[in-house]
């Protein structure tokens, strides 16, 4: 691992809050540091409050905040003498712990201050530099990872044993180091959570953090802890992603996005002893609500797997709970025996996500099982961080629920102005598009995450299977077909291969848009309903759109009913 620190680029920061946003960036950049608003960074400095009185400061990142975007306003200002005051306590539960951080903050608007917030206050450094990093995480999660640390470190590193994040951490170090020289530390360990650095120069607490990850990193491969894999064969039916798509869907009771991870790291960690390494728990506890405590394993009878799945955790939760209220107890992510994987999420990207942690998992448990053994927290130290207060509110937090989220839907001719305005209504409504047009340009203008686009000729079946893999493979399924049609095109191709999907979509519709002298009468072979739309040359495309969302968000009309025609 090396610094991506660049003097040049760093002259151009001035101020202490500067100079944190640089270096937490710099950290954010590197997947197997950070991942999607893990890790978090501080820096001690001071300003004038209104009555000229000078205060210290803790600039903290603020909950909500990734550290490969984050800006000035993502970090929390809060007065040091309140954190200070607050780790001297014997306890403080969570909430209390969140409030009184906010009343500490000298900007009510600024974001809620990072849970570990006392603990960066403890640390006697200017700047301290907080990672999940992969590589220290690997080998804290083995059989024996202390030694391995101690081995590896010496006693340049504070290492300390597991516990919960929160007030309890922060409490635990303070108390254990009350006596202690920070000054002859490099950096501290937390034991199946991450890495800690610290100094009073930004550039030196950021290169501790590169340093001790690079050490770690070299001790992995002179244990020949590395993973070099060949590439995969991989064969999937696509009826029965599409099928384990719906099924998550009943269970989780909403519209599901499924993400297909065919990479060959994925498809041959599927080939491995996962009945074994792959129920052991996650890599850092903080991933457990993005992931769950374990995956699904998917044989030859997804169904019954899956039941399995749900009955074992519930027990789980039955083993571990005070007075929680129980999660939907589906998978947030699959693995297919011998196949590939699958993340499961309320929209694209909450599967990304989970297909991203779960690649740095796979990989780290691969190389920790040749490092003696990958060996996770157990269950009940994972069910503490799922069902945890403070996580909770997190997820709650960015539970907003559009109209169609979770759902996918395929249009045709996505080139034209039609199509672009309902891809667009329907994509802000929530649902994942695949845009198909003969025009390659397509490909250029739905190019998201979301929003996918494919050259497509709809009269030929071999393109409309490689659209239907690609919804598949991308989204788990269709839900909705906009077909736009003009006199030359060949519909009932369109139809018949998507028929067996459209079935097992959620809440299926089919909606034509056609010019006033089509006639499709006979395009209607589906039970799908089927909505139609005949628009005049000139028609506004915000209302043609305004009408396919409606349309697709009522699937109880009776179908052949279900015709507008608009001048
Ligand atoms: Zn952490």
Redesign the pocket.
Known sequence: MISLWKQEEANKYKTDLDLRVYTSRLLGRDSSLVLHG???TSVKSSATNLFNETQDILYVKGSGWDLATIEAEGFAPVKMDMLLKMAELKELNDPDMVKYQRLAMTNPSAPNPSV?AILHAIIPFKFVD?T?TDAVVTITNTKNGEAKIKELYGDKVLIIPYIM?GFVLAKLIYDMTRDVDWSKFDGMVLMN??LFTFNDDAKKSYEKTIELVDKAENYLAKNKATLHVDKQSLHVELLELASIRKEISNIKNHATISILNDSDEAIYFSKQNIEIISQQGPL?P?HVIRTKRVPAILGNDFKSDLEDYVKTYKQYFKENKKDETLLNPAPNFAILKNGATLSFGKNTKEAKIIKDINEHTFEAILKAEKLGGYKALSPAEIFEVEYWSLEQAKLKKSTSNPEFAGKIAILTQATSEKALAIAKMLNSKGAAIIALDVNPKVQSIFNKADMIGLKCDTTSQEDIKNAIALAVKSFGGIDILVNISSNEDNNNLVFQELDAFLKLGIDSNIINIITPNLDISDLNSSDIPIHTIVSGLNTDTNIIAELVCTMAGKTFLNTQDSKITLK
């Open positions: 893990g890790g978090n570990e907080h999940h994040p959570h991450g850092t903080d």
